[in-house]
């Protein structure tokens, strides 16, 4: 007979490199772990782990155990977060991914408040590149700018978010005018590489004028928007940036706006929802909690001298 607590012991196991690992994780020492993996094996007699060295592997029925053990885990955390939101507790883990730059800025410091507003919840942020749709599985709220993923995607906006297009006086005034979309061409470009997307092909929106598509040839790119950012301030060219984050830039005349009349295409700050256990209380805390700082958006509010 396998208890819930040998499934918990053994998960520990699965996902550890080595035993020693697996000690460090547990908080006890390297021989208490290997008597309790040695009574385990003589209980329901089978090996579940090859031990060679300092290395360790799972049995095909190590493998079949640790499967197991994460089904039994999730649907004990499953039927506490029911029981949880059956009397509206807000409890549990939550998990959270967002951007790099946003996350610091605006989710970091709510993430902050959220914990000290409900200390039964631990948190855990996840701030990567371009938070997608590929994490919804392992994330409850996934903060996201831009388009938002696949149709059947549980998503909340959050904050609107337009997309400027920017460069610093110093190069608008040594470069040749930027009267149309299509003399970008000519014009040293900035480009943000995210995902698989074409980012050299850049569209512009006009009230009383057709829209316009420009393939630009970037002078320089990167995969992260501070780089970008910052080379735009530095004066070497025209870059596409998000609101949020330049906003302050253009207040200080640090940036200066390219061709005002066109509108770039917007991204606003929306929230996927994971899939895990639909939506818990404490995502909802967080969601109401995120929102709030967000309204009226940070950056655009006006600053009191």
Not at 63 to 74: K, P, Q, R
Not at 160 to 170: G, H, Q
Not at 190 to 212: G, I, K, M, Q
């Amino acid at each position: 007979m396998i208890s819930s607590d040998d499934l918990a012991f053994f998960s520990v196991l699965a996902k550890s490199a080595s035993l020693a690992e697996s000690a460090r994780k547990l908080d006890v020492t390297p021989p208490a772990v290997t008597q309790r993996l040695r009574a385990l094996e003589a209980r329901i007699g089978i090996r579940l782990i090859d031990r060679s060295g300092r290395k360790m592997s799972l049995t095909d029925e190590g493998a079949l155990v640790a499967s197991h053990g994460t089904i039994v885990a999730e649907a004990m955390e499953a039927l506490s977060e029911a029981l949880a939101d059956r009397k509206k507790a807000v409890g549990g883990h939550l998990r959270i991914a967002a951007p790099h730059g946003f996350g610091r800025v605006h989710v970091a410091p709510v993430v902050d408040a959220f914990a000290k507003a409900h200390p039964r919840v631990t948190v855990t942020l996840d701030l990567s590149d371009h938070p997608g749709a590929q994490l919804v599985e392992s994330s409850d709220v996934i903060i996201h700018i831009g388009p938002p993923g696949p149709m059947n995607q549980i998503v909340t906006t959050l904050a609107p978010n337009r997309r400027i297009l920017c460069a610093s006086p110093d190069y608008l005034a040594k470069a040749a005018p930027v009267q149309s979309p299509e003399d970008l061409m000519q014009h040293r470009c900035l480009v943000v590489r995210e995902n698989d997307e074409d980012v050299t092909l850049w569209r512009f929106l006009h009230p009383s004028r057709e829209a316009s598509t420009v393939r630009i040839h970037p002078a320089m790119c990167s995969n992260d928007g501070a780089v970008i950012r910052e080379w735009a301030i530095a004066g070497h060219g025209v870059a596409i940036r998000s609101e949020w984050n330049i906003a302050a830039d253009l207040a200080a005349r640090r940036l200066k706006r390219v061709l005002p009349s066109w509108e770039v295409p917007p991204a606003d700050v929306v929230a996927m929802l994971g899939t895990r256990f639909g939506r818990s209380a404490r995502t909802t805390a967080f969601l109401a909690m995120l929102r709030q700082s967000l309204a009226p958006p940070p950056w655009r509010r006006k600053k009191v001298k």
